[in-house]
């Protein structure tokens, strides 16, 4: 059972045993050999840790009084803690020691914490990829100024095979208007364009071999569809297959094609005008 509320949060009373698992938010690496602690490679945006400003590159070396020697340890403590509770943390900034309390929040899903870390976000680049078929973009530059589906799938994945036929339908509706559409795949070039063609993809493919951008945009769940507004902040994220977050993703490009069209009819506009003057 809950306790009072703090702050507007919930919180458990100290003696209170939590049923459900905490969630601190983090990546974490094993630090190097000889040294102590746990290195936090990564702090998902909104997350318990981001709240209480633990950062990358902090070293988290006791937890709620535990040395911690892995991040198995702190997966361990964490867990244990519990939702809704504090947790005490020691951690090393540079040459400095902090003790940190953190509210623990339930374990999110996946598709939950890429919302997170990306929704409101600069897109990350698109690195290291090679053309497998038609004329997918590269990099995000040659997208610049248009709205832009970024999929990650892979010729074994069966659920991916039940999103080609709505890429395809919103890659012949929404190309004339300007949207942009990348698939990309870790298999080789050669191997992604076979399957994609086999699969009745229309959408432009490409081969992302050594897995930078894949990694990047952490889409270890297929298929992952990411919405990017022509500024190139990514507004949406699907992860699997749903139709009802297809409908949402679908709004949400048919709003930013809209926005994108009297942007660009505004700039025009104003363009003729000082042309006019002159």
């Known amino acids: ?48 840790a981001d709240q209480a400003d633990l950062r990358s590159g902090d070293v988290l070396l006791r937890v709620h009084g535990e040395a911690v020697d892995g991040p198995a340890d702190v997966a361990r403590l964490v867990g244990e803690r519990g939702a809704g509770r504090r947790l005490n943390l020691v951690l090393r900034r540079g040459t400095q020691e902090r003790l940190v309390a953190v509210l623990l929040a339930a374990v999110p899903t996946g598709d939950e914490i890429l919302h997170m870390s990306y929704v409101g976000a600069p897109a990350p680049p698109l690195q290291a990829l090679t053309a497998a078929r038609g004329h997918p973009p590269l990099t995000l530059g040659a997208v610049r100024g ?77 298929p992952t569809l990411f919405v990017i507004d022509p500024d190139g902040t990514v507004r949406d994220v699907m992860v699997g297959f749903s139709r009802r977050k297809m409908r949402q993703v679908q709004a949400l ?21 000082l042309v006019s003057a002159h």
Do not use: K
Request: aromatic letters at 6%; hydrophobic letters at 40%.
């Open 1 to 48: 059972m809950l306790g009072p509320v703090v702050d507007g949060e919930s919180v458990q009373e100290e003696g209170a045993a939590s049923s459900v698992p905490g969630w601190l938010g983090v990546e974490l690496l094993a630090s190097p050999s000889g040294q102590a602690g746990v290195l936090v490679r990564h702090v998902v945006h909104g997350s318990p």
């Open 146 to 222: 248009r709205v832009t589906l970024v999929e990650f799938w892979s010729p074994w994945c069966t659920v991916c095979r039940m999103l080609i036929p709505v890429m395809n339908d919103w890659h012949e509706r929404y190309r004339a208007r300007g949207v942009q559409f990348v698939a990309i795949t870790t298999e080789p070039p050669s191997q992604a364009a076979q399957a994609a063609a086999g699969l009745g993809m229309d959408c432009p493919v490409a081969s992302d071999e050594s897995e930078q951008t894949t990694l990047a945009y952490r889409a270890l769940a297929l």
């Open 253 to 273: 490009i048919e709003e930013l094609v809209a926005y994108s069209g009297e942007r660009n009819a505004a700039t025009e506009r104003t363009r003729a005008t």
